[in-house]
């Protein structure tokens, strides 16, 4: 079946560091890709998504390119800061029987950003 | 809009007693999905619907559990009788699923349960 494969954490950066967390999924047709971010007691929100091999999504100076021929969606950003210490969670859609509505999510990788 | 919108946001109950879990979806999304989040094992799918109708409970832990959702508005997890592995953040989701571009699913805040 469909399913993610997210980076081991805790990452731990320093403030203003580069990041990538990366994510590969495995999958039937083509699904929707998606990063949420958790921050300490909340829900998780949608941070970026990309609908399409080759698409770009983009948000809060976070990047991440939809990759079909290597399967892969990884998480990206110049520059980070204090604020950006969460857990992030890579998804697909389930289209393997159709539009089901479901997400299929990674694990989830904690960073922890050091000023 | 709102929002998703769970209560009681935090619940701590005794081993044994009922506990009933309830999620307000985003108005006009068509799918509901409950989760759980535990260290141990992370985010889980519990239970989904479409337009008020279970599609998918696979991830339903045992008998205890059961889910509704009586209107398209409204939507509860009970857990009956409650045991302490069941302490954990529950998460209600919601999604409008019909156009392929708009699978994002939006999470309410979770309610955090504690079973002594």
């Known amino acids: 079946g469909d399913s993610v494969t997210q980076m081991e954490g805790p990452v731990t950066l320093s403030e203003e560091a580069f990041l990538t967390i990366n994510c590969t999924y495995t999958?039937?047709?083509?699904?929707?890709l998606f990063w949420y971010v958790q921050y300490p007691g909340e829900g998780l929100q949608l941070l970026l998504k990309?609908?399409?091999?080759?698409d770009k999504g983009s948000n809060k100076g976070f990047e991440a390119t939809y990759r079909k021929e290597t399967t892969s969606f990884h998480l990206e950003k110049g520059s980070v800061q204090v604020s950006d210490s969460a857990v992030y969670f890579c998804?697909?859609?389930?289209?393997?029987?159709?539009?089901?509505?479901?997400?299929?999510f990674g694990q989830g990788t904690t960073l922890q950003v050091k000023p | 809009d709102a929002g998703v919108i769970q209560s009681p946001r935090h619940e701590v109950t005794e081993m044994g007693q009922e506990v009933t879990l309830r999620c307000k979806p985003i108005?006009?999304?068509?799918?509901l999905f409950w989760y759980r989040q535990t260290m141990m094992r992370g985010l889980e799918l519990l239970i989904y619907?479409?337009?008020?109708?279970?599609?998918?409970d696979s991830g339903m832990p045992e008998d205890r559990f059961s889910a509704k959702m009586p209107n398209a508005s409204f939507s509860t997890l009970k857990i009956q009788p409650s045991e302490p592995r069941d302490s954990a953040v529950y998460f209600c989701?919601?999604?409008?699923?019909?156009?392929?571009?708009?699978?994002?699913?939006?999470f309410g805040p979770g309610t955090r349960l504690l079973v002594l």
């Open positions: 989701a919601s999604s409008y699923g019909t156009e392929r571009v708009e699978e994002t699913q939006y």
């Open positions: 999958a039937t047709g083509y699904p929707s």
């Open positions: 990309a609908t399409k091999a080759d």
């Open positions: 998804a697909l859609s389930d289209r393997g029987s159709g539009n089901t509505g479901k997400l299929i």
């Open positions: 108005s006009g999304h068509d799918y």
């Open positions: 619907f479409n337009n008020n109708v279970p599609i998918d």
